[in-house]
């Protein structure tokens, strides 16, 4: 199991989780064995931008891009490394995405006629809210009950333009975002599964069992 290193994320906390799960993590900065990973995760902490420069300065881009369109690979999002598989993103500016699944990266409102409807940074535990059970069946949710809570730290969240992307929501103060998004074998996840427990693990299972030819 590939771990995408372009010096953003907890390589660390995520290899440890993957390991706990029954992988076997490789923490890697180089192009050929990106290309070649039959899976990866893609971690992300902090703002997109950052992360998007970082990944372009080491040379990354272009090796992560053929292969998240590659359909024999499977990859994994993490928080930002989610939002990342989308078009684009308006945190500190406009800052172009993978494009791998449509949509955009927002702000969660937390004013409203300039008064705090509700905290930034979400940070915490919330529940799943099941979209489609059938969608869960054999994917990165298999054998998790809805409403299983996951732990979450963010300010931006997703808006998928293909709701059949749409995996799971969340809600935070009566916002209700995207939690989980899935384009054949690529999957993104905005909690962070290396910090939640045993339904973290067993999506991290399920993805390291995923059948990569069926998607």
Wanted: net charge neutral; with cysteine; charged share 20%.
């Amino acid at each position: 199991m590939l771990i995408v290193d372009y010096g953003i994320g907890n390589l660390l906390s995520i290899s440890r989780a993957v390991k706990k799960a029954g992988g076997n993590p490789i923490i890697s900065s180089e192009p050929d064995q990106i290309i070649t990973a039959r899976r990866a995760i893609l971690p992300g902490v902090g703002a997109f931008g950052d992360c998007i420069v970082e990944i372009k300065r080491r040379g990354l881009y272009d090796p992560l891009l053929t292969s998240l369109r590659n359909e024999q690979q499977a990859w994994l999002g993490i928080c930002v490394g989610m939002q990342m598989l989308t078009n684009k993103s308006f945190e500190f500016g406009e800052h172009q995405g993978f494009q791998v699944i449509p949509g955009e990266v927002h702000k969660i409102p937390n004013m409203e006629n300039d008064v705090f409807i509700r905290k930034l940074p979400h940070v915490g535990w919330n529940k799943l809210l099941l979209k489609n059970e059938t969608m869960w069946e054999g994917g990165i949710f298999k054998g998790i009950k809805p409403n299983s809570a996951f732990y979450f730290v963010h300010s931006y969240s997703v808006r998928s333009e293909e709701k059949d992307n749409i995996l799971a929501y969340a809600e935070h103060d009566g916002y209700v975002f995207t939690a989980a998004i899935q384009s054949s074998n690529t999957f993104g996840v905005q909690f962070h599964p290396e910090k939640s427990g045993t339904v973290g693990i067993q999506v991290l299972q399920n993805f390291i069992n995923l059948d990569i030819n069926s998607p």
